[in-house]
């Protein structure tokens, strides 16, 4: 079973920041792409951002981008998700994803459906509220 782990989820005051970490660590899983994506409370997940894993291209979504940043450690195998001024329709639970065979072009979609993901984690809260 591959594990992965998210964290640094938490309670946040609007406006703040946060860092999410995402650890794939089954090394026998060579990822094509690496996302995150959110739910809200009675909502299907959505798309947040995405990276391919081999350069590190990424995509947003239009809630993301300008605010939130994808990024990788490649040695540690681990995904970020950097989120700056958020806001409190923000809140959601965050997960990551990774998959081995995502086309790049098929990663770029401001819909993209969570079946485009095999792996997956368990979530991490995030909660902005004074």
């Known amino acids: 079973q591959v594990h992965m782990v998210e964290s640094g989820g938490g309670l946040v005051q609007p406006g703040g920041s946060l860092r999410l970490s995402c650890e794939l660590s089954?090394?026998?899983?060579?990822?094509?792409?690496m996302g995150w994506f959110r739910q809200f409370p009675g909502k299907e997940r959505e798309f947040v951002a995405a990276m391919r894993w081999t350069d590190g291209n990424t995509f947003y979504s239009r809630s993301a981008k300008g605010r939130f940043t994808i990024s990788r450690d490649e040695v540690k195998r681990t995904v970020y998700l950097q989120m700056n001024n958020l806001k409190p329709e923000d809140t959601a639970v965050y997960y990551c994803a990774a998959d081995e065979a995502l086309a790049y072009a098929t990663m770029c979609r401001l819909d993209a459906p969570i079946s485009d993901y095999e792996y997956w984690g368990p979530g991490t809260q995030v909660t902005v509220s004074r």
């Open positions: 089954e090394r026998t899983v060579r990822p094509t792409a």
